[in-house]
Each structure stands twice: as structure tokens, then as C-alpha cells.
């Protein structure tokens, strides 16, 4: 809802920007939904033998307590999911799953869109507020594309449209600066071959 008001709000200033910020937030979903629905890596059982006979061949410091799975040196067992992740990198609450050998990518490649949205979103309205002119009204009839998107007619005058745009700076704001650290923690990492659990853990 935030995000299609603010789109009408800002949209009425300038189409380009509005229809850009658009296209980027669509992008970030798209890349949020395909980290949160891909596999991370889960360690699968052996087909077609217990825990006790693998408790013979395995060294049992390899088998999993939790999820009876044979550990592999770059695993660990997430308490969130209770399965053993390859090359764990750590649980996100803001996807609600696993990041690991199989979504990591997806979860930078989201990282930097949503950074890259928030940061556009944040210059675009900066740019609008500082050129908004007295006369700016502005209506959304019911003859109108958006109208379709957020079916309310708006009378928009530039109070309106003030507040708005510095609601949407507060918020951006606030986003920008942990979202760069994050990309900037997760590239670091992704560069040199670690994970964020090899950085902050204490085991070997
Ligand atoms: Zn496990
Ligand atoms: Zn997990």
C-alpha cells in the first residue's frame, strides 16, 4: 500500500522516475521470492540406510544428532529449519529461509537490487521535493491508468505531496545505511570465499 501511494504521489511529478522505481522494486520481489523458494543447499539422507548402520561406516562426529544427515566440513545444522545447510552462510528472517551454497548468489543479487531501489527511491524524492513548485496540483480521476492500481480519487496538492515525499525519506533513510553494510559484509565474504558463519564462529 505504501509503495502504490507513493508511486501515484511521485508518478505525477515525473512518469520516468516513478516507472524506474517501479520497475526495480518488481525486481527485488522477484529476487526475494527466488531466494526464499530456492533450496539452499540442504544435506539429503542416505537413501536406504539407518542412523545405526551409518553410526558403523561414518565417523559419528560427521552425523548430524538433529537431522541424521552425514555433516560435510563447510556444513551446519540450522535450528530454524532443523536441516543441515551446505556452506551455511546464515539464517534471514527477512526471507525466512536458509542461505547457503545454492542461494547465495540470489541473495546478493537481491541485496544489491533492493539497495539500488531504496537508494533511487530515496534520490528521486529528494529531487522532487527540492523541485516542487507552489502551483503543483495534481488529481487522479477515475479516467486514469493508476486509478486502477489504487482505485481512490486523489486530489494531491503539494502539502500533500510534501509530507509524503518526506515520510518517504524517513523510511528510505532509515533502510539505506544497514542494507550497504549488509551488501558490503556479504560481497566481502562472497569474494574471499567465506560465509558469514565461518567469520563470526568460534569452531575451527
Ligand atoms: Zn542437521
Ligand atoms: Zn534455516
Not at 42 to 59: A, H, S, W, Y
Not at 71 to 93: A, G, I, L, W, Y
Request: some cysteine; glycine content about 4%.
Amino acid at each position: 500500500m505504501f509503495f502504490i501511494a507513493w508511486y501515484n504521489v511521485s508518478s505525477n511529478f515525473d512518469q520516468l522516475l516513478a516507472d524506474i522505481n517501479l520497475g526495480l522494486g518488481v525486481l527485488s520481489l522477484i529476487l526475494w521470492l527466488r531466494t526464499q523458494f530456492s533450496n539452499p543447499g540442504f544435506i539429503e539422507k542416505p537413501r536406504e540406510m539407518d542412523f545405526l548402520k551409518l553410526m558403523q561406516i561414518v565417523d559419528p562426529i560427521q552425523l548430524c544428532p538433529d537431522c541424521l544427515v552425514i555433516r560435510t566440513p563447510r556444513s551446519r545444522h540450522c535450528s530454524t529449519c532443523n536441516r543441515c545447510v551446505e556452506r551455511f552462510d546464515h539464517h534471514c528472517p527477512w526471507i525466512n529461509n536458509c542461505i547457503g551454497q545454492q542461494n547465495h548468489i540470489y541473495f546478493i543479487w537481491f541485496l544489491i537490487s533492493i539497495f539500488t531501489t531504496i537508494g533511487f527511491i530515496f534520490g528521486s524524492t529528494l529531487y522532487s521535493l527540492i523541485s516542487m513548485n507552489r502551483n503543483d496540483v495534481t488529481f487522479i480521476t477515475q479516467n486514469d491508468l493508476r486509478y486502477w492500481i489504487l482505485p481512490i480519487e486523489i486530489t494531491c496538492n503539494i502539502m500533500v505531496k510534501k509530507i509524503v515525499s518526506i515520510f518517504v525519506l524517513c523510511i528510505t533513510g532509515f533502510f539505506l545505511m544497514p542494507v550497504l553494510l549488509l551488501l558490503y559484509i556479504q560481497v566481502r565474504n562472497f569474494v574471499a570465499n567465506r560465509t558469514t558463519n565461518e567469520r563470526f564462529s568460534r569452531r575451527p
